[in-house]
């Protein structure tokens, strides 16, 4: 076997991840010279340069590529491995870092996986919100849940369930303003959007009896963080078009109120992502099939 030392392929892991040897001596506690020489000596082990060099960044070359996806799962079962032996009858036990749409996770998820740790005392938990669509594989992240038709042919999806966006405001917005009865009235209100891979979603789709119509809105806001988005429309600034699972207990309690709720929205399905061809470990499958279960639920 050529490869003599696991440390030499932590380094590799974390070259690749944050693109300079000073990020991945940072993220192990090297320095950037014992980094070097640590990845030099992998590098001559196997015969192949594994990453092209710059003066700004270090990008993988097809060999170093093929490396670090056998790298990376090979380390999963390691320490999958640890996990289990270091548990209790079998015990579930290790860390599962799971990114969630921010509005998603402070509606929804919070007491789901409050639930889940409570169930699985030695899983520890690492929750990543942001409505940037996250890399599975760079972000070091083990289930991704995104919102929409997923384009990533590499990765290996679970639907977990199928909504759609819904209109709603305030009861004082639509004391102050009136509701909109069809969407063309969109076009008088003030319409609260969000940013989608930095760009403004302004084109709301609707659909009744088979017909679709399109609006093109306008609006005094917008934000790169959709939960931003829920608590303007539940502070009475204007109409949001959301997901109707982010918006449900608003719309059960009444602090939101549905608009045209004759006229549907694209089925915007939510989906469980995970990289393909990578082991999952059992605390990762224990965690989606418990989200399902609670989504099945909802």
Same mark, same amino acid.
């Given at each position: 076997m050529k490869i003599e030392n696991i440390a030499d392929l932590r380094v590799l892991v974390e070259t690749a991840r944050g693109g300079t040897l000073t990020a991945a001596g940072h993220a192990l506690?090297?320095? @950037? /010279?014992?980094?070097?020489?640590?990845?030099?000596?992998?590098?001559? %082990?196997?015969?192949?340069?594994?990453?092209?060099? $710059?003066?700004?960044?270090?990008?993988?070359?097809?060999?170093?590529?093929?490396?670090?996806?056998?790298?990376?799962?090979?380390?999963?079962?390691?320490?999958?491995?640890?996990?289990?032996?270091?548990?209790?009858g079998g015990a579930l036990r290790g860390t599962v870092r799971l990114a969630a749409p921010s509005d998603l996770a402070r509606s929804v998820l919070l007491p789901w996986l409050d639930a889940f740790q409570h169930a699985h005392p030695g899983v520890q938990l690492a929750l990543s919100v942001s409505d940037r669509v996250q890399d599975v594989v760079r972000d070091a992240v083990d289930v991704a849940l995104r919102y929409g038709a997923l384009g990533d042919s590499g990765l290996v999806a679970r639907v977990l369930f199928v909504s759609q966006p819904?209109?709603?405001?305030? @009861? /004082?917005?639509?004391?102050?303003?009136?509701?909109?009865?069809?969407? %063309?009235?969109?076009?008088?209100?003030?319409?609260? $959007?969000f940013q989608i891979r930095g760009r403004r979603h302004l084109r709301w789709r609707f659909v009744r009896d088979g017909v679709w119509t399109e609006v093109q809105v306008t609006g005094d806001r917008s934000a790169d963080d959709a939960a931003i988005v829920h608590q303007w429309a539940l502070a009475g600034h204007g109409l949001c078009f959301k997901s109707r699972l982010d918006l449900v207990h608003d719309l059960a309690s009444g602090a939101l109120v549905r608009v045209l709720p004759q006229w549907q929205g694209d089925d915007y399905p939510l989906s469980a992502v995970l990289p393909s061809g990578r082991f999952v470990p059992a605390r990762v499958r224990a965690l989606v099939d418990h989200l399902a279960v609670c989504f099945a639920g909802v």
């Open positions: 506690g090297l320095t @950037p /010279a014992a980094a070097s020489a640590m990845l030099k000596r992998l590098e001559t %082990q196997m015969g192949a340069r594994l990453f092209e060099r $710059s003066t700004r960044a270090m990008r993988l070359t097809a060999q170093g590529q093929t490396l670090l996806d056998y790298v990376l799962r090979a380390l999963e079962l390691l320490e999958e491995g640890e996990a289990q032996l270091a548990s209790d819904v209109l709603c405001a305030s @009861p /004082a917005y639509l004391a102050r303003h009136g509701a909109p009865a069809t969407p %063309q009235d969109l076009l008088q209100h003030n319409c609260l $959007s």
